[in-house]
């Protein structure tokens, strides 16, 4: 009778909801699950999780295993996956759950039960050559140059003023060279051009500019490991401590979201990090390099080279906020009680001046990043950081708030964070200890975004509030303003945004300034939206006298253009149901540098803009057969719709072509099937996906 929501709420209202398994038949489960999944994040918790569990028990009851792990992985109960991983009845089956575990940064390789081709699924080993494919189909491979980028010759003013601070030029072109060809394995600055072997390219570059001109490297050979290793390693021997550095970074980022045999990474840095002798930068380089190497694995080796040094108050305060923050990524969203003790204790022993250093802020950001998702579990903690005097103990506390909530849309939450927001603290003696105050204002705007960027209305409210804020706010608050809204419109740039952040990028604030060009960027990521290359020209030609601004300028043109075009930074996937815990973390880190460019970005801790390697993805979709190998299928892409609580059989897109994949999918694009001639073992079409041929099909005859 297609009352099947009506149903629903009745069972919810009188609080019975997961009664309804046992009333659905199999041509009802699919609308019905669809209700209950979009339902979820308008509910008041703990009835929100119990949606998401029935639908999961109903999807379990017709054998879609391929639906119940988005839903198992959103409740964050390793059980379930293994549930659902064990009531596969084939390997096909079994290899299309990997593809999701691994493009959500699930790692249990012990699932596999030595199975090397599933575990290969896992480890995500086969996504550079995927990649590539992809590129060569789209006719992508010719490497670009930073010129190809800025299309100097088209902003107006003389082209004369170029040469003032060269170094700092070079730097945006290391950048932007960097992002421009993640993933390709060539370039024209650091592994192209006749013989020259990169050496010339770094040293035009100066002190920590060496640093991220090496570290370039791991950027551009992102996700091939094999390859990528052998261009590196000559870097490692030379006796220039920043470069050895940067060379020490890219094996990080070469592994980042791509898990080897060989467990390389952890090979390569375990030395340098324990190392008593070892400079400082290095260090700092390798314990960066560990956290982004292994992102969200849980694993108890590396925590145990990460977590002495948190607590060692030998060692300068930003080596143990970065060995922090890398604990805080390995353990994501785990609320691994450990970790979290140790970096409470260091934050008590460490002296006040050494926690106002400018890398002090990563230490609260790799507690909250161990609550990440996990909604209330931190009570005890927000107790403890209260003891804390110095401003860092209140930054941490809405940094946790922020990420345990991270996605939910929870709107009590939101009205937390903009009453910090409004909270003038008393100002302490003098000027300084105000200024840290307000740090922790500038996380709490950056909060609302965080919190509400998971469903659509949520989201245009909060758009809708950092008007105001604008407004009203003060200094601090109002830089953090355009980072927010980035942050929930990553890689989507939707018209409104666009205006509003170009209006902001002539504030007279010059932070406020900053914060909006870098947020155009994050807002174009990988779209090469047009209309946002001529607007960052134009800027390039406006501030083509202010360094710092236009450093800035340069980086966003290089996020516009990432991968060519084919990447996406948007840490939703899965048809933006599922949030990556550590695509967001990789947002979080160069954004909440950002805040205070002027002391981190805008100096000499740009290689915090590698991070961002985390959020990286390709958006295509890629069919593979039974075997594992690429396969073409025709599909259509179009706008998705939506087509919750409908009657009969709505239309999921509109305003649709016809492609054979492989495919580029945008923002708010979805895919389906164009013929009958292949079945798709995941509702889902995107990343990869195991298509299985249709035993029904009979080919139409040519007339």
């Not at 699950?33 to 918790?45: G, K």
């Not at 009531?87 to 199975?115: H, N, W």
């Not at 791509?258 to 467990?263: F, L, M, P, R, Y």
């Not at 290095?282 to 694995?297: D, E, M, N, R």
Request: glycine share 8%; hydrophobic share 45%; aromatic share 6%.
């Amino acid at each position: 009778h297609n009352a099947d929501a009506d149903a629903v709420d009745l069972l919810e209202e009188l609080g019975h909801h997961e009664l309804i398994a046992d009333y659905v038949t199999k041509e009802t489960f699919e609308r019905v699950c669809l209700y209950m999944i979009s339902c979820s994040p308008l509910l008041a918790p703990p009835s929100d999780l119990g949606f998401l569990s029935t639908a999961r028990k109903i999807y379990g009851k017709f054998g879609k295993a391929a639906q119940c792990l988005p839903l198992s992985i959103r409740l964050g109960q390793q059980e379930l996956i293994k549930e659902d991983w064990e009531s596969c009845g084939s390997r096909v089956e079994k290899a299309q759950l990997a593809f999701i575990m691994a493009r959500q940064q699930v790692y249990m390789p012990e699932l596999t039960e030595g199975d090397d081709e599933l575990l290969a699924c896992m480890n995500n080993s086969g996504l550079s050559k995927s990649y590539r494919d992809l590129a060569r189909e789209l006719e992508l491979l010719e490497p670009k140059s930073p010129e190809d980028i800025y299309k100097s010759h088209l902003e107006n003013g003389s082209g004369g003023d170029v040469a003032l601070d060269s170094a700092r030029h070079n730097l945006a072109s290391t950048f932007v060279n960097a992002f421009v060809n993640a993933g390709y394995g060539t370039d024209k600055l650091m592994t192209g051009g006749a013989a020259q072997d990169g050496n010339e390219w770094i040293y035009k570059n100066k002190d920590m500019g060496m640093l991220s001109a090496a570290a370039s490297l791991g950027m551009i050979n992102l996700w091939d490991v094999e390859v990528g290793l052998n261009h590196i390693d000559k870097y490692l021997y030379t006796s220039e401590s920043s470069i050895k550095a940067g060379a020490i970074l890219s094996i990080g980022m070469i592994t980042a979201g791509v898990h080897d045999e060989t467990d390389s990474a952890k090979a390569l840095l375990a030395d340098y990090v324990t190392e008593e002798g070892s400079p400082a930068i290095v260090k700092l380089a390798a314990i960066s390099g560990l956290g982004l190497a292994y992102a969200g694995t849980n694993r108890e080796d590396i925590l145990s080279m990460l977590v002495p040094l948190i607590s060692d108050t030998d060692i300068t305060v930003d080596l143990s906020s970065m060995a922090a923050l890398s604990a805080g990524l390995v353990c994501i969203g785990s609320g691994n009680s450990d970790v979290s003790t140790v970096i409470l204790q260091a934050m008590m022993e460490r002296i006040d001046s050494e926690l106002s250093h400018k890398l002090a802020r990563f230490m609260a950001l790799g507690l909250a990043l161990l609550y990440v998702g996990t909604q209330d579990k931190y009570d005890a903690i927000l107790e403890t950081l209260k003891a804390i005097t110095h401003p860092l103990g209140r930054q941490a506390s809405v940094l946790m708030r922020v990420c345990a909530y991270a996605g939910t849309g929870n709107v009590l939450e939101v009205q937390k964070m903009l009453h910090e927001c409004d909270n003038r603290h008393e100002a302490g003696s003098g000027s300084g200890s105000s200024k840290e105050d307000q740090l922790s204002q500038a996380f709490a705007v950056l909060g609302v975004g965080v919190v509400a960027m998971g469903e659509g209305v949520g989201a245009a409210m909060a758009l809708r509030t950092f008007e105001h804020l604008m407004q009203y706010g003060e200094a601090y608050v109002r830089r953090a303003v355009p980072l927010a809204m980035g942050l929930v419109c990553a890689s989507n740039p939707v018209a409104g945004v666009m205006d509003t952040l170009s209006k902001f990028s002539h504030d007279n604030d010059k932070g406020v300034a900053t914060s909006a060009i870098f947020a155009m960027g994050m807002v174009g990521a990988g779209t090469n939206n047009a209309r946002l290359a001529q607007l960052l020209r134009a800027l390039a030609a406006y501030y083509q006298k202010d360094a710092d601004v236009l450093f800035v300028v340069r980086i966003a043109q290089g996020l516009l253009h990432m991968g060519k075009g084919t990447l996406t930074l948007n840490p939703y996937h899965h048809d933006r149901t599922l949030l990556s815990h550590t695509a967001l973390a990789g947002l979080l880190v160069p954004v909440v540098a950002m805040i205070s460019a002027e002391k981190l970005i805008l100096t000499s801790s740009h290689f915090l803009l590698y991070y961002l390697v985390r959020a990286m993805y390709p958006r295509f979709l890629i069919t593979l057969d039974e075997s594992l190998a690429s396969v073409g299928a025709s599909v259509r892409v179009g706008q998705a719709v939506d087509a919750v609580g409908q009657v009969g059989r709505p239309k999921t897109i509109t305003g649709f072509q016809t492609h054979e994949t492989p495919v580029l999918l945008g923002h708010s694009e979805r895919a389906e099937l164009a013929t009958d001639k292949y079945l798709a073992l995941t509702s889902v079409l995107e990343g990869f996906v195991v298509v299985v041929k249709n035993a029904e099909y009979v080919e139409e005859e040519e007339a």
